[in-house]
């Protein structure tokens, strides 16, 4: 055989290789998402389960469509409409620009929470508060605060940002665990004794790596579940983390489905039996997608277990989230009323728990267990002193 020739053959075969490496690289990545797709494509087929005659209820329809009676600058949650972020006013045509402090139209410069913790938020440049695309950790996400509901969305973009800081957090305290305030939950949920013993096709959103579903089997060792689905934006990486309770896909020996996606896109609809979302709310970019997605899972009769906060003072929202970094969604309370008036309530506390009084500050909340109503008797629309007697700020 000729040299050149000789040279020809290996020229080719280091370029096979390569192209072939390559190409085995694609297949691997491709077979990865493949998976992960099929996961998620699978199940979303398998979560529609909409019973036909309330798929052709109107009602229903108005609920999560408010029979487009929002003005553009609102947006339908449960048959009212709220204005859009930053907006108010009558039909919202107002724009807001409300600051840190809430005292005018600027508000401080920050980016890390390091800094934020190293001198007072006083003592940082003002710039005008914007809508905080251009720097998602500014506080310019507080541009978004809104008289009738709070703060209830933020860019996506920002809580890309928060969701990979809220993972880097659960890494460093990978060595700890597993528990996220899991006996505060419990105290605040009436050691989870309104449940009923069988739950049925269960969901936890927002789950974390440690799950409320470990505590409520914790405490509650005589329910059953008969299949426990998890919806968490971070799983896949907090699948990696040495504390996480799902590590081998099971929780108390059972058998777990993972959802890796933000709530505000689950799929579901009427399929799920118990539907859990605990210390969630103020992690999302929508709370009304959130909590429309929370409602829309659920079959009617079907049980919430909840337990948020809500915050009516912002200077007291800040005392207790400190920067917005971890904790973009501030809702208010009449926007969680809203919400589990849906519900007929088989237990309700607040969130003065001995936990929190040992925090030291006054945090309000619902911890709530309830039943979804059959949809037509969510519109007997109660008025505002009815509500307070249903969800008072402090039920004991
Ligand atoms: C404070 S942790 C609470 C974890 C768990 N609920 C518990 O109490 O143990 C909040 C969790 O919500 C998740 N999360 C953030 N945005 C979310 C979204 N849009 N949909 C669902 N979960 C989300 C975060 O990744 C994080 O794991």
């Known amino acids: 055989m000729e040299k050149s020739d000789r040279w020809f053959n290996a020229y080719h075969l280091r370029r096979w290789l390569k192209i ?44 999560l469509t408010c029979n487009g009676k929002c003005g553009p600058m609102e947006k339908c949650f449960l048959g009212k409409c709220f204005c859009l972020p930053g907006r108010t006013g009558s039909g919202c045509q107002n724009i807001r620009t409300a600051d840190w402090l809430l005292t005018g139209d600027h508000c401080p410069v920050f980016h890390t929470l390091k800094e934020v913790q190293e001198k007072p938020v006083q003592e940082y440049p003002v710039e005008a508060c914007h809508i905080a695309e251009k720097d998602p950790l500014s506080c310019g996400i507080f541009c978004y605060w809104q008289e009738d509901a709070g703060i209830i969305q933020v860019p996506k973009s920002s809580w890309e940002r928060v969701s990979d800081i809220e993972y880097a957090i659960w890494k460093n305290l990978e060595k700890m665990g597993p ?39 914790n405490v509650r060792n005589n329910v059953r579940i008969k299949n426990i689905y998890l919806a968490e934006p971070n799983i896949f990486r907090y699948l990696a983390l040495d504390n996480c309770i799902y ?150």
């Open 247 to 396: 590590k081998d896909n099971t929780i108390h020996g059972q058998r777990v489905n993972l959802l890796s996606l933000p709530v505000e896109e689950l799929p579901a609809t009427e399929f799920f039996d118990t539907v859990v979302a605990i210390n969630v709310i103020e992690h999302v970019f929508s709370a009304i997608d959130f909590l429309t997605a929370v409602y829309s899972a659920l079959k009617p009769g079907g049980i919430l277990v909840f337990g948020e906060r809500y915050f009516d003072d912002p200077d007291k929202d800040a005392l207790v989230l400190g920067s917005a970094l971890l904790h973009p969604i501030r809702v208010k309370r009449v926007f969680l009323q809203h919400f589990l008036r849906m519900f007929d309530t088989l237990y309700i506390g607040d969130h003065h728990t001995s936990f929190a009084k040992a925090r030291g500050f006054e945090e309000s909340g619902y911890y709530f267990i309830g039943r979804k109503k059959e949809i037509f008797s969510a519109f007997d629309e109660p008025g505002q002193a009815e509500l307070d007697t249903r969800f008072p700020a402090n039920p004991f």
């Open 20 to 63: 072939n490496s390559f190409l085995s690289l694609l297949v691997a990545v491709s077979l990865l998402h493949w998976h992960q797709d099929r996961e998620k494509v699978l199940l979303t087929t398998e979560l529609h389960g909409l019973r036909d005659d309330v798929a052709a209820s109107l009602d229903y329809k108005y609920l």
């Open 179 to 217: 528990d996220d305030r899991n006996p505060e939950h419990a105290e605040g949920l009436g050691a989870f004794a309104a449940l009923p013993s069988d739950l049925g096709n269960y969901l936890e959103i927002g789950a974390g790596p440690y799950t409320q579903t470990n505590n409520i089997l």
